[in-house]
């Protein structure tokens, strides 16, 4: 049931102004900024969708980015596959690898969950690495050497394509709130026995919102590596996306919609400024960190929904339009 | 008794590790009755009334409803067969609004398409969560929580409803004001099975009860004849 209202008008403005931001020249380095925004806008929502509203706090979700970029590499390097089959293929690959291990994991619940799902990154970096080269005339490249991704495309086709995997994210992040399978995550985290006895499938939905968030995320690694041009394990599995992710969520505040967009912001800029203070960025970051958990655990968004006018806001914007 | 009963347990026997909560219990429960199960803390009602929801699975025995084995099914679909219950402790979705609690309780295809009718049924039940259906669950009153619960656990539409303690922590009038709505659902045509510490409300308002120690059934009869029975005392008091 969509019904127009303010928020939706915000939206596609903001989107158009993004859009046509490269045809009226600006600046690559600001460019750049935004296209790593909108990367981030999704791996950050696509985290909120499993800690913030499923109660599934993994840490692996490095390693299923990684498992999509080498996919998408491998089936252009190899096969010279076109984008549009070789890039939801490789998001294919990355959930069919999650429905896989959603087995073993998904027996373990909380922090054991996180700290099984933390180990896939390091496990995938072992194992990619380990794949010795194929050798290949002049370069030294397959497997645990890394693969070169020639897309063919130009950078600022790479920046709609980011704009639409943002932007996506965003819609996609309504549409299942609202839906079934949103009430029902919903209800598990608030009590998962309650939650049970209303005849809610836990596993199911669980599974289901691990499966969706994966594939989103595959789609944000892919629209990352087209524009990064090459893929190697250390960088493909490293926990550094994590930090991005889980960032931009418990800056931006957990469990809200806004949060996502407003840390993602943040975060972006935070990688762009702190470069410039090297020796003092991880001091900074972590004193950062740990002022929000400390004074507003529920993040930015959490503690502006304590503002009466923050709320006069939300609520005029979602107030329908007829 | 006529005909098969609505809900069967043929010796059921359910084990935590190596302890046993539950040794050899069998009961049955008519269509329409309200049935009550008495026994003192930690006699293994709750652990007779997870089972019956599947949350918990029998060791031993059979679980049987409408002539369906459902001991070994999971939770969902013994709800989508006709089964509520309204858990111990309330357990009421607390960040999610009163509207919100219900439509989860009506998750069920089944429940789903009848879930208006539902509403307006719980709604009709309990005036005040329609008062309140906006506001969030977790502010509610402990006496308003519990009737969240029961109208939750009706959203399913069910043909046996499971109360778990609902009079727990709760003030004499609140609790007088849920039992009246009971005997209104049990009217309406849900049957029932009640499982109380209160050992006076609930003969008072079942019509028959099987009295649990140490997770056996020591006695079960006809609810007028329990009263003065000894061994409810003893099942409370020990020997």
């Not at chain 2, 140490?214 to 003065?228: H, M």
Request: proline share 4%; hydrophobic share 50%; net charge positive.
């Amino acid at each position: 049931m969509f019904r127009l209202n303010a928020e939706y008008i915000l939206l596609v403005i903001l989107t158009l102004i993004m859009a046509l931001l490269p045809v009226v020249g600006i600046g690559w380095y600001t460019l750049h900024v935004l296209f790593l925004f909108f990367v981030y806008l999704a791996l950050a929502n696509m985290w909120n969708l499993l800690a913030g509203y499923s109660g599934l706090v993994s840490l692996g979700q490095p390693a299923f980015m990684g498992i999509a970029g080498y996919t998408l590499a491998m089936l252009l390097w190899f096969f010279d596959t076109p984008l549009y089959i070789a890039i939801p293929a490789a998001c294919a690959a990355a959930t069919a690898f999650a429905a896989v291990l959603s087995i073993p994991l998904f027996r373990m619940r909380g922090f054991y969950f996180s700290i099984g799902t933390l180990l896939l990154n390091e496990i995938c970096r072992v194992w990619f690495n380990w794949w010795r080269p194929i050798p290949v005339p002049g370069a030294p490249v397959g497997g645990g050497a890394g693969f070169g991704i020639r897309s063919g495309l130009s950078p600022i086709s790479i920046y709609y394509l980011a704009l639409a995997v943002g932007i996506a994210s965003i819609i996609l992040m309504r549409f299942i709130l609202g839906s079934k399978l949103g009430a029902g995550l919903m209800a598990i985290r608030d009590n998962e026995r309650a939650a049970a006895t209303c005849g809610i499938d836990i596993f199911r939905c669980k599974l289901y919102s691990f499966l969706i968030a994966t594939f989103f995320t595959g789609l944000a690694a892919c629209v990352f590596y087209l524009f990064q041009g090459h893929i190697e394990p250390t960088g493909a599995f490293s926990i550094s996306w994590l930090n991005v992710m889980l960032m931009a969520v418990i800056i931006g505040g957990i469990s809200t919609e806004e949060g996502p967009i407003v840390g993602s912001a943040i975060v972006v800029l935070l990688s762009q400024l702190l470069p410039r203070y090297a020796e003092y960025s991880p001091l900074i970051l972590g004193v950062l960190l740990t002022l929000i958990i400390t004074f507003t655990p529920p993040g930015i968004i959490g503690m502006m929904r304590k503002t009466r006018l923050y709320n006069a806001m939300l609520k005029y914007l979602s107030k329908p339009i007829t | 008794m006529p005909g098969e009963p609505l809900l069967k347990l043929e010796s059921v026997s359910i084990y935590y590790g190596n302890f046993c909560a539950v040794k050899n219990v069998s009961l049955s429960v008519y269509e329409g009755e309200i049935v009550s199960l008495i026994g003192a803390n930690g006699a293994g009602k709750t652990t007779v009334m997870n089972a019956i929801m599947g949350l918990v699975h029998p060791a031993k025995g059979s679980i049987i409803f409408e002539g369906k084995r459902i001991d070994k099914l999971d939770t969902s679909q013994i709800v989508s067969l006709g089964v509520s219950l309204v858990p111990e402790g309330r357990r009421i979705f607390s960040t999610l609004t009163v509207y919100e609690n219900l439509m989860a309780g009506a998750y069920t295809p089944r429940a789903r398409a009848q879930r208006e009718q539902m509403l307006k049924r719980v709604y009709d039940l309990f005036p005040i969560l329609q008062e309140r259906s906006k506001q969030l669950a977790g502010t509610l009153s402990g006496g308003e929580q519990q009737m969240l619960a029961i109208g939750r656990a009706l959203m399913s539409n069910p043909k046996l409803l499971l109360l778990d303690e609902i009079s727990l922590g709760l003030s004499p009038i609140v609790t007088l004001k849920l039992y009246d709505a009971i005997r209104r659902i049990n009217s309406e045509g849900t049957t029932i099975l009640l499982v109380e510490q209160n050992v006076r409300q609930s003969l008072k308002i079942s019509s028959r009860a099987y009295i649990l120690k140490s997770g056996e059934i020591v006695l079960s009869g006809y609810s007028k004849d329990l009263k003065d029975e000894e061994e409810i005392k003893s099942a409370y008091f020990g020997v």
